[in-house]
């Protein structure tokens, strides 16, 4: 008998994304948020990707652990699908990209604007 696909649900996608912001954040490694969760990296690193779904126990270790509500690893409205938004600090360098971002004057934000897109465009 052939074994089902499963893919992760958008809503364990959308708290591991969260979760992942508030980690790198909070300037932690996965080895450090898993030590203060009492688990390993691989698991951090499993229920950021959506793979493994956290527990409600779990968000609350993990609130305390990054100094953050539980209610912050939710939505305020509908879950929006990776592909319809990105949240920067998700993105690897993407929490440092944007302190860099708010310490520069209004010119210089422009410009930066404009390199991106560029790179955006020169990627599809």
Do not use: C, H, W
Not at 31 to 53: I, W
Not at 55 to 69: D, E, H, N
Request: aromatic letters at 6%.
């Amino acid at each position: 008998m052939p074994r089902a696909i499963v893919t992760a649900d958008p809503v364990d996608v959308f708290v591991g994304e969260r979760l992942r912001a508030a980690r790198l954040t909070s300037g932690l490694s996965q080895a450090d948020l898993g030590k203060a969760m009492n688990l390993s990296f691989q698991q951090v690193q499993k229920y950021e990707r959506g793979t493994n779904r956290i527990s409600a126990s779990m968000l609350v270790r993990a609130g305390k652990a990054l100094g953050v509500p539980v209610s912050d690893f939710f939505p305020d409205d509908d879950i929006r699908l990776k592909d319809e938004s990105v949240d920067i600090r998700t993105v690897r360098g993407g929490a440092a990209l944007a302190e860099y971002f708010a310490t520069m004057d209004s010119a210089q934000r422009v410009i930066l604007l404009q390199v991106a897109q560029e790179f955006a465009r020169s990627a599809r």
